[in-house]
């Protein structure tokens, strides 16, 4: 059985102040909600230690937004495996469009990202997606087959999430149609030997597209930007029909 999984991406937002407000507020909706499905908040690195103590902690799982693939060194800016470990981290966003696009990331690296994060026990969210551009040109299947292949190169892929996330959909309003998404995950699912991986989908999913979303067999949960950040619609979303 694939697990469900509904991630909120915070991104650059929330203080340690906010991050504690928005567990509190989402107490009861997170209580509430059907045991199948695991919540995970990519919370900013400093906000993660309070979160991780807080009384609410035991109702969702924290992930970091980046690791370095190094265990500890000279690297100005970076975190390393055991550093988020030790703050009650289960998962780590690797890969982000976000990260490739203003921090240099290449597939190498984000492969790099992926082996560290097992290495330390963590499940890596793998992001990989096409541009605009790249589906413009009918570049999609073979743009994302090569980034599958190049980040999971020596990956084990038991404790592995992937999140499909068009890049043109992220941030933008436009999300990507529900048999669409379906179809793209389909042919990362067939790139893949372990076929219990779950595969999420992300690009602008919110409260109005998340139960056609989840309606498709092949997406197993959503990674979500924007529509995370506030208490009430996130909780909608966890909470998808
Ligand atoms: C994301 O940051 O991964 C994302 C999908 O953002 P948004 O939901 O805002 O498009």
């Given amino acids: 059985m694939r697990k469900i999984i509904i991630a909120g991406n915070w991104k650059m937002h929330k203080t340690q102040k906010k991050a504690l407000e928005f567990l509190q507020e989402s107490k009861?909706?997170?209580?509430?909600?059907?045991?199948?499905?695991?919540?995970?908040?990519?919370?900013?690195?400093?906000?993660?230690?309070?979160?991780?103590k807080s009384l609410y902690a035991g109702l969702i799982h924290l992930a970091a937004q980046n690791i370095h693939w190094e265990d500890e060194g000279a690297y100005t800016g970076e975190i390393s495996g055991a550093m988020l470990t030790e703050l009650g981290v289960d998962y780590v966003v690797v890969g982000h469009s976000e990260r490739r696009q203003y921090f240099g990331e290449t597939n190498e690296t984000v492969n790099l990202r992926v082996l560290a994060a097992q290495r330390h026990g963590l499940i890596p969210i793998l992001c990989v997606g096409e541009s605009k551009l790249q589906r413009d040109r009918g570049e999609t299947e073979p743009v994302i087959?090569?980034?599958?292949?190049q980040s999971l190169i020596n990956v084990n892929q038991s404790n592995l999430v992937i999140a499909y996330e068009p890049i043109w959909a992220i941030g933008t309003g436009d999300t990507c149609e529900a048999t669409e998404a379906n179809r793209v995950i389909g042919i990362i699912r067939s790139q893949l030997s372990n076929e219990e991986v779950t595969i999420q989908y992300g690009g602008s999913?919110?409260?109005?597209?998340?139960?056609?979303?989840?309606?498709?067999?092949?997406i197993d949960g959503v990674l979500v930007g924007g529509a995370s950040l506030d208490s009430v619609g996130f909780a909608r979303i966890v909470n998808y029909q």
């Fill in 145 to 149: 087959i090569n980034q599958v292949k």
């Fill in 28 to 52: 009861s909706n997170l209580e509430e909600m059907n045991g199948t499905r695991e919540v995970v908040l990519c919370a900013p690195f400093t906000a993660l230690s309070v979160m991780s």
């Fill in 205 to 218: 999913v919110k409260p109005s597209n998340v139960d056609e979303i989840m309606a498709q067999p092949e």
